[in-house]
């Protein structure tokens, strides 16, 4: 390998594990609002400033887009993103953060499931282990901690299934995709949405510090977005989808220095068996993908 093949690989490495970070950053904030003003509002933030960044990038970038292209896969994408983000900020004031993003990764296991039924994307042997041993990691980790026969587990269920068939929607049309695209619908019909709905339901915000933090929030999901697509761009999805993993890494971090949670040892051998099987059925399924093609 040159000099400049590990300098670029240095770099999405780095874009890669950053952009994961932010997104923590932006559902810690989440959790951290969602107690002093009500979910809704946080969620019309997330998506009100995202979209402010987003302008103001385009102002100064002027970024050539085909917007009409899949115009309708677009909005279904984007109206699944809204929906997981409303329910992850749910479900952020109602189950610790780890947790949380414990059972988010059951998502690459379901656009797998929905690949072999819709696409006839059959599993290899090795996969389907992988993906048997995975689902045993989110279980273990998990362990007591759930609240299983609780209605409101329904919150942190459906982003998984939102994220999941939302990445189902994006390999059909992944030929045409232009990633900036997808950030653009998300972020217009989810302000669009909420800006709609707090409209009538307008709770006062008297402290600064939470304007700053829903600004922050905004900020920290557009930058997320996109130094991943930058990163994807240099690299390729598959690897890039590998440090997602890296998000149980921060979320552990930051349950722990900022809302007191720590780690117990079984969570911790949990959280390591979902990443090496995670990242190895990612591995595994996208070499079998490319030799077939």
């Not at 279904?76 to 949380?100: E, G, K, Y």
């Not at 690459?108 to 389907?128: E, H, M, N, R």
């Not at 019909?189 to 009538?200: D, N, R």
Request: glycine letters at 6%; proline letters at 3%.
């Amino acid at each position: 390998m040159s000099e400049n093949q590990k300098a670029s690989l240095i770099k999405v490495i780095f874009l890669s594990t950053s952009g994961f970070f932010l997104f923590v950053c932006m559902d810690t904030t989440a959790k951290y609002l969602g107690n002093v003003m009500s979910v809704t509002q946080v969620v019309w933030g997330r998506f009100f400033f995202h979209f402010l960044a987003l302008c103001v990038y385009f102002v100064i970038i002027k970024p050539k887009l085909n917007l009409t292209r899949n115009f309708k896969i677009q909005i279904i994408r984007s109206l699944l993103m809204v929906t997981a983000t409303f329910f992850m900020f749910n479900s952020l004031q109602r189950f610790d953060l780890v947790d949380i993003y414990v059972v988010f990764f059951s998502a690459p296991l379901i656009v797998s499931l929905l690949s072999a039924y819709f696409l006839k994307d059959v599993l290899s042997p090795k996969g389907t282990i992988l993906m048997l041993l995975s689902f045993g990691s989110i279980i273990y980790a998990l362990g007591p901690s759930m609240k299983v026969l609780s209605l409101e587990l329904i919150f942190p269920i459906v982003p998984p299934l939102c994220w999941a068939i939302y990445q189902f929607f994006t390999k059909l049309i992944s030929v045409n995709n232009e990633p900036f695209s997808a950030v653009f619908y998300t972020a217009v019909t989810g302000a669009l949405i909420f800006s709609i709905y707090i409209s009538f339901n307008w709770v006062a915000i008297e402290n600064s510090i939470y304007w700053i933090g829903l600004v922050a929030m905004g900020i920290f999901g557009f930058i997320s977005h996109f130094i991943i697509i930058y990163a994807i761009q240099l690299s390729n999805l598959s690897f890039v989808t590998n440090f997602q993993y890296s998000q149980l890494l921060w979320s552990t971090i930051i349950n722990f220095l900022i809302f007191g949670v720590p780690a117990d040892i079984s969570k911790i051998i949990g959280l390591i068996g979902i990443i090496i099987f995670g990242v190895l059925f990612i591995r595994v399924e996208g070499t079998n993908k490319i030799k077939k093609n």
